[in-house]
């Protein structure tokens, strides 16, 4: 039927506005454009979370926190500086509810990082999955939940079968302000760990995120 149609084009339409954010955010996100970053996030709805591997922050002011605060902002040049930082966003699966007020995506992310220690440069490969939840608010797609799960992150010049020291979770209690620290709770590639299941798997059709929760 004619609503049928014009139903399926909204969920396509929804799907590659959330997706092209996520996109968006990496180019963000190599520019530490902290103000454009928290500009796709969610302002009020309830349950707003972002999960990386150290930690969770819990809200819209723990989202603030962490892009303000824990990852460079804009505006501090002197903490910029010897900065890149480059995630990418591949193999997208985007599901719409049916209800159109919500969207669950994942996508596999291979990325480098590069940051000064003690005046020297540390850069590092890090992959990862990502999962992110999208909400309507006052009609706009915004972020609503994401979660970072990593497969490995290792200096530039090794394998990752020998990742060596990682310092996200060695300074992660100097370095971040998470509502709750993560740290060793996240999976990280050893010889001796296994994949977990179900950690930002790819979403399947709903109807509403009442089908879904707890989300992410």
């Not at 149609?5 to 590659?16: D, Q, R």
């Not at 454009?33 to 999960?51: H, N, P, T, V």
């Not at 990502?130 to 394998?159: A, C, K, M, N």
């Not at 979403?203 to 929760?213: G, H, I, L, N």
Request: glycine share 6%; hydrophobic share 35%; proline share 6%.
């Amino acid at each position: 039927t004619f609503d049928e149609m014009v139903h399926g084009y909204e969920k396509l339409a929804a799907a590659k506005h959330c997706a092209d954010m996520m996109n968006r955010f990496c180019y963000y996100f190599v520019t530490c454009a902290d103000e454009a970053i928290l500009d796709m996030w969610a302002r009020d709805a309830e349950g707003i979370r972002a999960w990386y591997p150290w930690g969770i922050y819990e809200g819209r002011d723990g989202v603030e926190r962490l892009f303000r605060r824990d990852f460079a902002p804009h505006d501090d040049l002197d903490r910029r500086k010897g900065l890149m930082n480059v995630p990418l966003m591949d193999n997208a699966v985007v599901e719409v509810a049916d209800d159109l007020q919500t969207a669950r995506a994942a996508f596999i992310s291979q990325g480098i990082e590069t940051s000064v220690v003690d005046g020297k440069t540390d850069p590092r490969w890090n992959w990862s999955k990502y999962g992110v939840d999208f909400i309507r608010e006052d009609g706009e797609w915004r972020i609503w939940h994401v979660r970072v799960s990593r497969f490995f992150e290792t200096p530039y010049d090794r394998s990752w079968t020998k990742p060596g020291p990682n310092p996200v979770d060695g300074n992660a209690r100097e370095k971040y302000s998470p509502d709750r620290f993560t740290v060793g709770e996240d999976y990280v590639y050893s010889v001796d760990a296994v994949m977990p299941v179900g950690v930002v798997d790819p979403p399947v059709p709903y109807s509403t995120f009442a089908d879904v929760q707890p989300g992410y």
